[in-house]
């Protein structure tokens, strides 16, 4: 009895940690993407903070994750699982942030490594009119469904391998094609049903 009190009381504990964490995350990512340009809606920051963190923590019940994330993907790649390599984790996060209809920020993809062993995909997010390079990422695979985010720039655990220390260059690359996907909804917005002649 007591030891059941204890486990329970001990995993209580685990699960407002995590939440703590996810709140402290949600604040501070919010003003991170607040802080990419002037023009950025505090509001809009925070729905996709608030967004990104709360799917990627339902993708890590949904993917069934297991030890770690590289696990998960062993057990896609076997068949266990329908779901789980960085790429769908990317996928799914993604199709949730362009429901939001950002106006004053910019979803892009990013990949790292691509074609390799080492390749990892995820979000990058950017101001209007902001180099990919000067984003923040948002991937929830690397972390197991705890949203991972930095600036692109300072992320050193994909960036170009210098034998001491840090090289401060990033392998993350932006791949059109999918941020093209996440953008789509841009386009869809009414235009104009008949343009005026002037004379």
Same mark, same amino acid.
């Given at each position: 009895?007591?030891?059941?009190?204890?486990?329970?009381?001990?995993?209580?504990?685990?699960?407002?940690?995590?939440?703590?964490?996810?709140?402290?995350?949600?604040?501070?990512?919010?003003?991170?993407?607040?802080?990419?340009?002037?023009?950025?809606?505090?509001?809009?920051?925070?729905?996709?903070?608030?967004?990104?963190?709360?799917?990627?923590?339902?993708?890590?019940?949904?993917?069934?994750?297991?030890?770690?994330?590289?696990?998960?993907?062993?057990?896609?790649?076997?068949?266990?699982?329908? =779901?789980?390599?960085?790429?769908?984790? *990317?996928?799914?996060?993604?199709?949730?942030?362009? !429901?939001? +209809?950002? @106006? &004053?920020?910019?979803?892009?993809?990013?990949?790292?490594?691509?074609?390799?062993?080492?390749?990892?995909?995820?979000?990058?997010?950017?101001?209007?009119?902001?180099?990919?390079?000067?984003?923040?990422?948002?991937?929830?695979?690397?972390?197991?469904?705890?949203?991972?985010?930095?600036?692109?720039?300072?992320?050193?655990?994909?960036?170009?391998?210098?034998?001491?220390?840090?090289?401060?260059?990033?392998?993350? =690359?932006?791949?059109?094609?999918?941020? *093209?996907?996440?953008?789509?909804?841009?386009?869809? !917005?009414? +235009?104009? @049903? &008949?343009?005026?002649?002037?004379?």
């Amino acid at each position: 009895m007591i030891r059941t009190t204890y486990f329970i009381i001990a995993f209580l504990f685990l699960i407002h940690a995590a939440t703590a964490g996810d709140e402290r995350s949600i604040k501070d990512l919010a003003k991170a993407l607040t802080a990419l340009a002037t023009d950025v809606d505090p509001a809009e920051a925070q729905a996709l903070s608030v967004t990104a963190h709360t799917k990627a923590r339902s993708l890590k019940k949904e993917y069934r994750v297991v030890l770690n994330p590289e696990f998960t993907v062993f057990l896609y790649n076997i068949g266990m699982r329908k =779901r789980g390599w960085c790429g769908h984790w *990317a996928q799914d996060i993604g199709a949730e942030l362009k !429901e939001l +209809k950002l @106006k &004053t920020l910019v979803l892009h993809w990013g990949e790292a490594y691509p074609n390799t062993t080492s390749e990892n995909n995820a979000l990058v997010v950017t101001a209007q009119n902001q180099r990919f390079e000067d984003g923040i990422i948002l991937d929830g695979w690397r972390r197991a469904g705890r949203l991972f985010w930095c600036q692109v720039k300072k992320d050193d655990e994909y960036e170009a391998e210098q034998h001491y220390g840090h090289s401060g260059i990033t392998m993350w =690359r932006e791949n059109m094609k999918w941020s *093209a996907w996440l953008q789509e909804y841009q386009s869809t !917005e009414e +235009k104009p @049903k &008949t343009a005026t002649a002037s004379r």
